[in-house]
T-cell receptor
Framework: AQSVAQPEDQVNVAEGNPLTVKCTYS??????LFWYVQYPNRGLQFLLK??????LVKGSYGFEAEFNKSQTSFHLKKPSALVSDSALYFC????????????FGSGTRLQVQP | DVKVTQSSRYLVKRTGEKVFLECVQD?????MFWYRQDPGLGLRLIYF???????EKGDIPEGYSVSREKKERFSLILESASTNQTSMYLC?????????????FGSGTQLSVL
């Protein structure tokens, strides 16, 4: 079975400061890892993914994520937060052998204060 | 751009009613998914389909069924709606390419069962 944990319901950060949204995962094979974002009153959008290769993955809107196999983590980061980054962020995973569908975490609400 | 269209944005039904949620995608995607989104629980997979007339149970299939008679359309059916099925329902689609889990989501259907 595959699972994802997002330990923080909400993350608050001041505009211009770096942000981190945490994610840890559990899979039986090699993981495929993803971040999705849900802006208010809009559908979920793909941000970035890790399949293989470089542990640091760059995505849309200046976001990046670091895959750490030993810690089974895939934290989302951005060097300088914008107020417009305020949204609900979901981490998702599946392994490379199991069912062809993603398992999502519970979500983390990011609030960026001006 | 890929478009995933869900037939209703808001729906109010009574307990015991049979409810149909429709989803149509216009990019010839093989995979289609139904998730429900609840606060604090994130997205949970109900059913998915990777081909016409094919379906697989997700994590919470009880009380639901699905139909995929055409490639572009994936229907979710609540056989006898109950109050605990009040939720936001999200449809998504993706290509069959094995490592490409870039899901395209619809805007969601907020279902209230009274």
């Amino acid at each position: 079975a595959q699972s994802v944990a997002q330990p923080e319901d909400q993350v608050n950060v001041a505009e211009g400061n770096p942000l981190t949204v945490k994610c840890t995962y559990s899979v039986s094979g090699n993981p495929y890892l993803f971040w999705y974002v849900q802006y208010p009153n809009r559908g979920l959008q793909f941000l970035l993914k890790y399949i293989t290769g470089d542990n640091l993955v760059k995505g849309s809107y200046g976001f990046e994520a670091e895959f750490n196999k030993s810690q089974t983590s895939f934290h989302l980061k951005k060097p300088s937060a914008l107020v417009s980054d305020s949204a609900l962020y979901f981490c998702a995973v599946r392994d490379n052998t199991g069912r062809r569908a993603l398992t999502f975490g519970s979500g983390t609400r990011l609030q960026v204060q001006p | 751009d890929v478009k995933v269209t869900q037939s209703s944005r808001y729906l109010v039904k009574r307990t015991g009613e049979k409810v149909f949620l429709e989803c149509v995608q216009d990019m010839d995607h093989e995979n289609m998914f139904w998730y429900r989104q609840d606060p604090g629980l994130g997205l949970r997979l109900i059913y998915f389909s990777y081909d016409v007339k094919m379906k697989e149970k997700g994590d919470i299939p009880e009380g639901y069924s699905v139909s995929r008679e055409k490639k572009e359309r994936f229907s979710l059916i609540l056989e006898s709606a109950s109050t605990n099925q009040t939720s936001m329902y999200l449809c998504a689609s993706s290509l069959a390419e094995y490592s490409n889990e870039k899901l395209f989501f619809g805007s969601g259907t907020q279902l209230s069962v009274l």
